[in-house]
């Protein structure tokens, strides 16, 4: 009949089956529970990635690599690769051979656009596009694929890229405070108040085109403007040269020379090194060129001979 | 792999042609067969978009075991390759090992403690100049074969031009408006 079709037995009756076949299930091998590696029938030239196509465990009768891993038996050396759970453990690489990196990237190259040729260079992005965005993307094992740190996003821009004027400038360094980096001349905007990452980027451009618009406005009371809240030091209509020219006039008075006006004296070079000296002093701090300088200005301006 | 991929016509212009350039969508199937994994492309579609470009990608990825994290740095590096994005530079930071002693019994023993630490490997990849597209193909495949017990960060420097609403202060624009007390 049908159940006993799957014994080789032919010209026999079905109710007297073959004396070899006995009751038990054949399981076709000479000693039983074992069956040769598969590593025994790979050729050399096989192709690796039909083996390990995909991500998995190391499977010992599946690579026919002679590999020993673990701790090593007294005098003796690391287990084999059968039954070692060390192997097991660690992940493993063989799905991704250099041939089968090549065969994807290959497949997947048809989905990747090129890098424009004409920026190939820092300063020519800059000059196209000047507003960086940082992201951070987090990709870790765990209950939660999603991760509160996220969202946050990071503008940057320089100033000189962005049509200010000089009081514009000023108004906007002053604005944004500790934002602004003077040696790099960027403006950094950190955003993360919303939930999402692009409500953020959204408010970054918000504060951003407040910011630009509100430094070009001139209030009514930017112009009580005084001395401390100056960026730099401007010489015109200072104490400083109010005092050189006091002295100047006295200095000329004492030897009665009085028909001397005060642009004749602003526009003569001891006053204008003066000037020069003093500013570089105020703005750039004080270096062995600038106090030298100075003293030669003051020298020339006093008429003293060293 | 079967099923043509249609080609995309890029063009390698100037600027406002980048603005313009295509962006590739990918429209992909994973089917799940009894035997391993069979992809099947429908097609490769172009959308009218303008490339995102990203000035660097920075990825960081942490792991306790510094041998498969040289195994990834290979794949990583060699894949980058294949696919033509630069490689700016490749480093490893210095591990960071976190230590903490704990008491050895349930109940009283206080001289008897155990020790434990955790350390974390790092290795950083930096790539430059590569596009929206680009990205996201190099950090999907990269990070599908993410190893298990491995993490990583992915820091994108995007680089924009300056919006047509900041280019120029809009109060020329505006009509003047009479200026009203303000109240303190």
């Known amino acids: 009949g049908p159940a006993l079709s799957a014994f080789p037995c032919t010209g026999l009756s079905p109710a007297a089956p073959h004396p070899s076949c006995t009751g038990k299930p054949r399981t076709g091998h000479s000693t039983p529970g074992h069956v040769p590696p598969r590593t025994e029938r790979m050729a050399v030239d096989q192709d690796w990635s039909s083996v390990y196509p995909t991500a998995a465990s190391f499977k010992p009768a599946s690579v026919p690599l002679p590999i020993r891993m673990g701790y090593p038996v007294k005098r003796g050396v690391p287990p084999p690769k059968e039954g070692n759970l060390e192997l097991i453990k660690i992940p493993n690489f063989l799905h991704l051979t250099p041939p089968a990196i090549r065969k994807h990237c290959a497949a997947l190259k048809d989905f990747c656009t090129e890098w424009p040729s004409a920026l190939d260079s820092d300063e020519k992005c800059e000059q196209h596009f000047p507003i960086e965005i940082e992201t951070v993307d987090y990709v870790s094992a765990g209950t939660s694929i999603r991760n509160p740190k996220a969202r946050v996003v990071t503008l940057k821009v320089k100033l000189s890229n962005l049509n200010l004027d000089d009081h514009a400038k000023k108004k906007i360094i002053k604005l944004v405070g500790e934002r602004y980096c003077k040696d790099t001349d960027m403006l950094t905007i950190t955003t993360d108040r919303c939930p999402l990452r692009r409500q953020n980027y959204d408010y970054g451009i918000h504060l951003l085109t407040v910011l630009y618009h509100e430094s070009w406005k001139t209030e009514i009371w930017e112009s009580e403007k005084t001395e401390e809240d100056m960026e730099e030091y401007i010489w015109e209509n200072s104490r400083s040269q109010r005092n050189a020219l006091d002295t100047l006039l006295r200095i000329k008075a004492s030897e009665n020379i009085t028909n001397v006006t005060k642009e004749e004296l602003l526009a003569s070079e001891i006053v204008k090194n003066y000037k020069n000296s003093v500013v570089a002093l105020k703005n750039e701090g004080e270096t062995e060129n600038n106090m030298s300088q100075y003293k030669e200005s003051v020298k020339k301006l006093l008429n003293i001979q060293a | ?184």
């Open chain 2, 1 to 184: 792999m079967f099923g043509p991929p249609f080609l995309r016509v890029l063009n390698s212009n100037f600027v406002h042609l980048v603005k313009h350039a295509p962006k590739v969508r990918r429209c992909y199937c994973l089917i799940t067969l009894s035997s391993p994994l069979a992809w099947i492309w429908f097609s490769v579609s172009i959308s009218d978009e303008p490339e995102t470009l990203y000035k660097r990608l920075s990825l960081l990825v942490k792991g306790h075991d510094r041998a498969v994290l040289d195994s990834y740095e290979f794949f990583a590096v060699l894949a980058a390759k294949e696919l033509g994005i630069s490689v700016e530079k490749v480093h490893r930071p210095p591990k960071t090992i976190e230590r903490f002693t704990l008491l050895k019994s349930v109940h009283i023993f206080k001289k008897h403690r155990v020790q434990y630490e955790m350390r974390t490997h790092y290795l950083c990849l930096e790539l430059k100049h590569v596009t929206g597209s680009t990205a996201a193909v190099y950090l999907e495949y990269v990070q599908r074969n993410l190893p298990e017990g491995v993490a990583m960060e992915v820091k994108k420097t995007r680089i924009e031009a300056i919006p047509e609403h900041i280019k120029k202060p809009v109060w020329d624009t505006l009509p003047q408006v009479e200026e009203t007390d303000v109240k303190s």
